[in-house]
């Protein structure tokens, strides 16, 4: 061995002994969890460390280094006899008390051979005997080491498992990396030193796992790998696996030789990376290897919280996939399920196709499982599986249910329901994975609850569409609830016109006054028939540039005769929607007439106020209460007058606020109520800073 070697052997011995006699001095002083076993831990520390210092002085095959090394192995087969009573299993340690006794004799006989060895004159042929009688003992020990850590582990109860993990896992590389060390020896019939240099690492990792299960918290530590690294790390050995078996086959024809082994060689290699261009990329292994993989390296099949969070990133996902399509790719991505069709329940009961995914050759019928399956779901809740459901295995009647379309199409694998609060939404048909498998507990369960929560989401979806409809609805109720307020105050107006008629027909003024009012009203007809299109629109239909001042007059002038008075009228542009704003002033005055008692005046005032136009409508009614204000004037159907349609108010706010003005209310209980509107004027406000729903498009 090169001095390189014998520096590194000595440095890395010398600081693995720092840290086995620092975990000794700290294991001595302390209560730990292995409980019978600390005392003989520390011992076995102790030798360790020992052993360490004794190569890093000596050598690493020197009779010192020999000798400690079978103190070491002697105590820490001590340290396994004592785990095994650590959950009472003293008492059945004697099927292997044989076992520890014999490896404790070849320690034993190595310490003899070690310590009588120097007093004898040996010939090489005998020392070399000598040495492999040695090696195989220390084979006998590694493996009956391995031996005894395999039945301590697996024999042990769940809760005591957690204290023997890391003890057993430190002992394991321990004796596995002394095992091949040793063979190494054997077959080369001499000492490896540069893997014995090494063995100084092996020591730090041995203290580094027992740290974790020496403390409390840590001795719960649990190392467990996800899917996706295990299932990366097998495909890493595959194709390590692959590469070695086509060095070693080249290498053969190599060494075959002939005047053909080059071609050969290339002809392998032509062959062999065809086969895993063809081979590797299969679905049908991928699903092999992944089935194969779950049954023997975890205890669970599926990997829960992956699963979870892809679902819910399915779900959720969007991008222009309707829902219905979503919910069924969530559930095939749970099973592998290359396609799968979503059957919902019709207006009749019946489950009819509401969606597929990849799975266009599916033939469904119009009704694809009658109100009895509907039923049956509803009752048992129950996963079928359609493979058995063929085999006529029947388990909770499912065979009664499934239809004869189901049962003809091969690649129909199992019907998951959707239920909520007991009652079936619907459920999806999951199509056979590339690497069919027999369902089990675990894939029920798991689909249970997927389904569950997939018809929560379905549910949730079918309330929203309820509420959107309800909401077209209710704006089409408001449309019409508008109307038949202007047309009330039409049909007013034609009943008292009607009225005077009676008395007054043969009055040349009367008549003049009765063709302005129907043409008024004729008028107000056809402004109402062109504002039912606008109701719930944002365009900017009928805006244009007028005096305010000038509107307020008119409106007045509509109420001659009823007490409705203009006290201050000043001229002020505004660049809004004239017949909205004229119809928001006729129903705030007609509000404010009804509102008091006969022959109560209703003032109109306009003013310039800043940069707004100010119309204020004030009457001497009975008034409002704040409260009345606060929660029910401007909402509709709610009115203080008898046979009131509560309408008047709230269109009119609407009406303003869709021209980007506001409508304030002050009132006072026994003394009137004003309504104040506030509009810009049409010099302050820009194309830009209009309301989006007055701006034009450009």
């Known amino acids: 061995m090169t001095q390189g070697w014998s520096i590194l052997a000595g440095l890395v011995h010398l600081i693995g002994a720092c840290a086995a006699a620092t975990l000794a001095a700290w294991l001595a002083g302390s209560r730990t969890a292995t409980g019978r076993a600390r005392l003989a831990m520390v011992m076995a520390l102790a030798a360790s460390a020992t052993w360490a210092l004794a190569i890093a002085a000596t050598g690493v095959d020197t009779p010192a280094a020999h000798l400690t090394e079978s103190v070491r192995n002697l105590g820490w087969l001590f340290v396994i006899y004592r785990l095994f009573s650590t959950d009472g299993r003293h008492t059945l340690v004697r099927p292997i008390r044989p076992v520890m006794l014999s490896l404790a004799a070849i320690e034993l006989f190595q310490i003899l051979l070690i310590l009588l060895t120097p007093g004898f004159e040996l010939s090489e042929q005998a020392r070399t005997t000598l040495f492999h009688i040695t090696v195989m003992f220390r084979l006998m020990l590694s493996i009956g080491g391995l031996v005894l850590l395999h039945n301590l582990f697996l024999g042990a109860s769940v809760q005591s498992r957690a204290i023997l993990r890391w003890p057993t896992a430190a002992l394991a590389i321990l004796w596995l990396y002394d095992l091949n060390l040793y063979t190494v020896a054997y077959l080369d019939s001499e000492w490896p030193r540069q893997l014995a240099a090494l063995r100084g690492i092996v020591l730090l990792a041995v203290v580094a796992t027992l740290i974790p299960g020496l403390t409390r918290r840590g001795a719960q530590l649990r190392i467990s790998p996800s899917r996706d690294v295990a299932f990366e790390f097998a495909s890493l050995l595959g194709i390590g696996l692959y590469l070695l078996g086509m060095i070693l086959l080249a290498r053969w024809l190599a060494y075959v030789g002939g005047e053909f082994a080059r071609l050969f060689q290339f002809g392998f290699l032509i062959a062999g990376v065809a086969a895993a261009m063809l081979i590797l990329p299969s679905r049908r292994l991928r699903g092999w290897l992944k089935v ?155 689909l249970r609850v997927v389904g569950q929560q997939l018809a929560s989401y379905l549910s949730e979806n079918e309330g929203q569409d309820a509420l959107a409809e309800a909401a077209r609805f209710d704006e089409f109720n408001r449309r019409i609830a508008f109307v038949m307020h202007d047309i009330k105050n039409l049909a007013s107006q034609f009943t008292l016109l009607a009225r005077n008629a009676e008395h007054h027909a043969e009055n040349p003024e009367f008549r003049a006054d009765m063709l302005v009012t129907l043409r008024n009203s004729a008028d107000k007809l056809n402004a109402l028939i062109a504002r039912l299109s606008r109701y719930g629109k944002a365009g900017s239909e009928g805006i244009s540039q007028f005096d305010a001042g000038k509107l307020v007059r008119l409106v007045a002038a509509q109420f001659t005769g009823q007490n409705v008075f203009v006290t201050e009228c000043q001229p002020g542009e505004v660049q809004v929607n004239r017949e909205a704003l004229e119809q928001s002033l006729l129903h705030l005055v007609q509000n404010g007439i009804d509102a008091g008692v006969d022959g109560s005046p209703v003032f109109i005032t306009h003013v310039v106020d800043g940069l707004h136009s100010r119309i204020e409508v004030a009457d001497s009614g009975c008034g409002m209460s704040p409260e009345f204000i606060r929660t029910r004037l401007f909402k509709p159907f709610v009115s203080s007058k008898p046979g009131g349609f509560g309408i008047g108010a709230c269109e009119a706010r609407e009406l303003i606020r869709a021209m980007g003005g506001r409508l304030d209310v002050e009132s006072r209980e026994g003394l009137g109520s004003r309504f104040i509107i506030r509009l810009p004027l049409a010099g302050t406000v820009s194309g830009t800073d209009r309301p989006h729903h007055q701006q034009k498009v450009a």
């Not at 996939?321 to 069709?341: F, H, K, Y």
């Not at 129950?382 to 003809?408: M, N, S, T, Y």
């Not at 199992?414 to 609060?421: D, G, Q, R, T």
Request: proline share 5%.
């Open 292 to 446: 194969t993989m779950v049954k023997h390296l975890f205890q669970h099949r599926y990997d829960y919280r992956a699963e979870w969070l892809r679902f819910n990133r399915t779900i959720g996902g969007g991008g222009g996939v309707p829902l219905s399509e979503r919910a069924v790719r969530s559930v095939c991505d749970i099973t592998d399920s290359p396609a799968g069709l979503l059957l919902t329940a019709d207006d009749h009961g019946d489950l009819v196709l509401a969606a597929r995914w990849q799975w266009p050759t599916a033939d469904v019928p119009a009704i694809a499982l009658g109100a009895e399956a509907v039923r049956f779901f509803e009752r048992e809740g129950h996963i079928v599986d359609l493979d058995a459901v063929r085999e006529a295995i029947d388990r909770k009647g499912e065979c009664a249910i499934v239809p004869e379309w189901l049962r003809a199409d091969p690649r129909a694998w199992a019907i998951v329901p959707l239920l909520h609060f007991e009652r079936l939404l619907g459920v999806v048909v999951l199509a056979r994975p590339e690497m069919t498998r027999t369902l089990d507990w675990e894939d029920f369960d798991l």
